[in-house]
């Protein structure tokens, strides 16, 4: 039985050690030979980074609707107005500011939602914050402080450069208690299924994280952040020594994103759809390890085709850096960035081969023409577009799908009680196939009186009748 995943911010125990060759020596692996060497500490280190960790403190406003609205008895006795009530909601995370003009980093979970955003400093200073960037797929935000200085920066490192074993420490804001360093090492890497969102290459660590330290620091022994603190498998709601951080070269990309005023983050479209290898496959492979990202469909005009990619082939390496499974291949792709040019190794019929792959946004191949459907018929209250592999990955739906997709249902519509849905693909309307958003548009205004309508919902065709 898999134990629950707790969103929490990882505290990690950082061992700072006071003579210079051995802090800076991150390249130079070795182990205690003395008690000497026992009894150093992590003391300068934290005083090199702690200043740069923050603690987010995000409010919002949530409706509770009051039980008895709408209930006669109720509203006879006590009024017919019985609104609903507003409570105010906080939550609590930690962030690090990675550019002295106030720009921090922390996790999309910490600040979801919120219409209030304030930071505290290690030195009890408050700011407030606005939203620069956030994407729930990587579960990352970027936040500016509306304040005037210069702030103290922690600098990104390489997190492809760390090694498991290597000694790390976790900044952040524990249970509230103030801010906390912890120390640990990084027990495994490429950790994928950690949590439900599209990312799947997290940073394990055994260094103690606990609610609050969600955003917080990652570092290593130079003092550069390597890691966003972001989930703990834990069976209690405290660390149990299973912590998983988010990379910080996926950082450095998003954070570059934030910087050049992009509305939302675009990653790149490969137009294939991969499975992991199992012990099976890699035997029919021969394959000497179970490992890799297995292409089992190629849309005809995308990428991957270009590049001649086919089904059956498992992608083995990105630029010379081992894949260890379709979420780390995502991994590779994003955080070489878009517009560059790739080397795939590719394993075909047991002989590897390279391929280059060009890395470019999702294309909207057909213009989305968003409508608005009002009227006299079971659409009204929907908005529409044109399905295209940039509107397919928006709405998170498989890239090679076509066809006219509701996007957004006007609560208390006619379509919103008959039960029509964001991402529903509108395939007919009285036995008439729907091709695009002007076609949907033209068949309801016909109002015949009977609709037999037919959509498809995650992968399953429905029939209804309307009247």
């Not at 294939?272 to 849309?299: C, M, N, Q, W």
């Not at 792959?357 to 968003?370: G, I, W």
Request: with cysteine; proline share 6%.
């Amino acid at each position: 039985m898999q134990r629950p995943l707790k969103y929490l911010a990882l505290p990690v125990i950082a061992l700072a050690i006071a003579l210079p060759q051995f802090a800076h020596a991150q390249t130079a692996r070795t182990v205690p030979q003395s008690q000497i060497e026992m009894q150093l500490s992590f003391a300068p280190l934290v005083k090199k980074t702690a200043g740069s960790v923050v603690n987010v403190y995000a409010e919002r406003m949530v409706e509770r609707r009051n039980p008895f609205a709408g209930d006669p008895f109720f509203e006879q006795f006590f009024g017919q107005q019985m609104p609903n009530r507003t409570q105010k909601q906080s939550s609590l995370g930690s962030g690090v500011i990675v550019e002295s003009n106030g720009t921090v980093v922390t996790n999309n979970h910490v600040i979801e939602g919120a219409d209030d955003i304030k930071v505290a400093l290690a030195d009890g200073r408050e700011y407030p914050c606005k939203v620069v960037l956030k994407d729930d797929r990587l579960d990352l935000a970027v936040l500016k402080i509306d304040g005037e200085g210069e702030f103290p920066t922690l600098s990104i490192g390489d997190s492809d450069a760390i090694e498991v074993g290597d000694l790390v420490l976790a900044i952040g804001n524990p249970f509230g208690v103030g801010q906390t360093v912890t120390s640990g090492i990084v027990s495994a890497l490429a950790r994928n299924q950690v949590v439900k969102t599209e990312f799947g290459f997290f940073i394990q660590t055994d260094a103690s994280i606990n609610p609050g330290n969600s955003g917080g620091a990652l570092t290593n022994m130079k003092g550069e952040l390597i890691g966003i603190n972001t989930a703990i498998f834990s069976r209690g709601g405290g660390s149990n020594g299973v912590g998983f951080a988010i990379p910080a070269n996926l950082v450095k990309v998003f954070l570059e994103a934030a910087d050049r005023g992009a509305k939302s983050f675009e990653r790149p479209y490969i137009g294939a759809t991969f499975e992991p290898v199992t012990s099976e496959v890699a035997e029919a492979l021969g394959l000497a390890k179970v490992r890799g990202a297995l292409l089992v469909r190629v849309d005809e005009k995308g990428p991957a085709a270009e590049a001649g990619l086919k089904p059956g082939e498992v992608i083995t390496a990105v630029n010379g850096i081992p894949v260890e499974h379709p979420d780390a291949l995502g991994y590779r792709l994003t955080t070489a960035g878009l517009g560059k040019t790739v080397e795939l190794t590719v394993l075909d019929n047991g002989k590897e081969h390279a391929t280059s792959l060009k890395l470019a946004t999702a294309p909207e191949t057909m213009p989305r023409d968003e409508r608005q459907i009002e009227g006299r018929n079971p659409f009204s209250g929907v908005n529409i577009a044109n399905l295209s592999p940039r509107v397919a990955d928006e709405l998170r739906m498989p890239t090679e799908l076509t066809g006219v997709v509701v996007t957004d249902v006007k609560p208390g519509s006619p379509a919103a009680r008959l039960g029509f849905a964001p991402r529903d693909i509108v395939v007919a309307i009285n036995g008439n196939a729907i091709a695009s958003t002007e076609e949907l548009e033209a068949a309801v205004d016909d109002d015949p009186g009977f609709w037999r309508v037919e959509i498809e919902r995650d992968g399953q065709r429905i029939r209804q009748f309307f009247r």
